[in-house]
């Protein structure tokens, strides 16, 4: 049941955001997986795991490489995985598999701001179509990670980020909240009807849906995204 998950809510307070801690008197250790690309990776790095000694987290990550199939265009360039990117498409189940998480959190990926190439059509971000390949991209992923022997599937959202765009059409878009919030609704959306637990980051980190470089004094990102 949800009431025995440990996760924190996240939760703005006196115009601050904050995770309200929940106390937990758990059974046993709960493991848990963090997923996706380069910003997980990077939290895998810095997380204070001891805090929390009911949970053993592990990651499964991959820079610049996203789980599921598609191809992005990236200011008007078709960007093809590498060789390297494509093995770990393949071999991400089995690590899952190995591991047998509790719950395995795919962090929604920056990346969903281009563009994409489906069935060598091109979709700009916000069409229907789009939000259909993001919807599709999820419901591949958590089928991908759940028959892999994941006991769980949950998101967690895009935060706000603020990037050198160098006049580059996708570091605009990640450091354009109406599309982080655009990607979030698509995601949320497909998570209510799938019945999918969503960690709200967005909340947390972003207070009054603008970019904070910090929370309650304490630093978020090394480069605006990680």
Not at 47 to 54: G, K, L
Request: glycine share 6%.
């Amino acid at each position: 049941s949800k009431s025995e998950r440990p996760f924190a809510e996240a939760n703005p307070i006196s115009g601050h955001a904050e995770i309200e801690p929940i106390d937990v008197t758990a059974s046993r250790e709960w493991q848990a997986m963090i997923f996706g690309n380069s910003v997980p990776e990077s939290l895998a790095k810095t997380v204070q795991t001891n805090a929390h000694p009911f949970l053993s987290l592990s990651s499964n990550a991959y820079i610049g490489c996203e789980p599921f199939e598609g191809d992005f265009v990236i200011d008007g360039i078709t960007l093809l995985p590498t060789a390297s990117c494509l093995k770990w498409r393949k071999y991400w189940p089995e690590i899952v598999s190995q591991e047998e998480p509790d719950v395995i959190v795919y962090f929604v990926s920056q990346a969903l701001v281009n563009d994409v190439k489906v069935d060598g059509k091109v979709f700009t971000f916000g069409v229907p179509e789009h939000d259909a390949f993001i919807k599709r991209s999820l419901e591949e992923t958590r089928n991908t990670a759940l028959k892999a022997g994941a006991g769980s599937f949950a998101l967690s959202n895009l935060a706000c980020h603020q990037v050198p765009t160098f006049d580059k059409v996708e570091a605009v878009r990640f450091n354009d909240v109406k599309v982080v919030k655009h990607i979030n609704s698509v995601a949320q959306e497909w998570a209510d009807e799938n019945d999918v637990l969503v960690i709200d980051s967005f909340k947390a980190l972003c207070p009054g849906s603008t970019y904070s470089a910090t929370v309650n004094g304490v630093k978020l990102y090394g480069d605006g995204l990680h």
